[in-house]
Nanobody, 112 residues
Framework: EVQLQASGGGVVQAGGSLRVSCAASGFSFDDYAIAWFRQAPGQEREAVAVVSKGDETTYYADTVKGRFTISRDNAKNMVYLEMNSLKPEDTAVYYC?????WGQGTQVTVSS
């Protein structure tokens, strides 16, 4: 059974930093790219960042480029999203995603 367990969310002031993590299990982790998505209230879920299976290639949405960094540790089956210079508009539930599977999400709230 594929499981994606996101953690590390919380409340942070604008300009602050936060790191969310995703623990994966139930599949061959290092064979797949992994993505972080987010969904704010009343909005559609959007892709934030993607990391290739070997951690050699990354993609970022324009809204987070230069502020967020995605990385992975294939030895630990973990994916991370380091978020800096956070803005109130970054407030959302953050989900990790692989294939057709979604984690349960972790809430990130940025106060102004």
């Amino acid at each position: 059974e594929v499981q994606l367990q996101a953690s590390g969310g919380g409340v942070v002031q604008a300009g602050g930093s936060l790191r969310v993590s995703c623990a994966a299990s139930g599949f061959s982790f290092d064979d797949y790219a992994i993505a972080w998505f987010r969904q704010a209230p009343g909005q559609e879920r959007e892709a934030v960042a993607v990391v290739s299976k070997g951690d050699e290639t990354t993609y970022y949405a324009d809204t987070v480029k230069g502020r967020f960094t995605i990385s992975r540790d294939n030895a630990k089956n973990m994916v991370y999203l380091e978020m800096n210079s956070l803005k109130p508009e970054d407030t959302a539930v953050y989900y990790c995603h692989v294939l057709r599977y979604w984690g349960q999400g972790t809430q990130v709230t940025v106060s102004s």
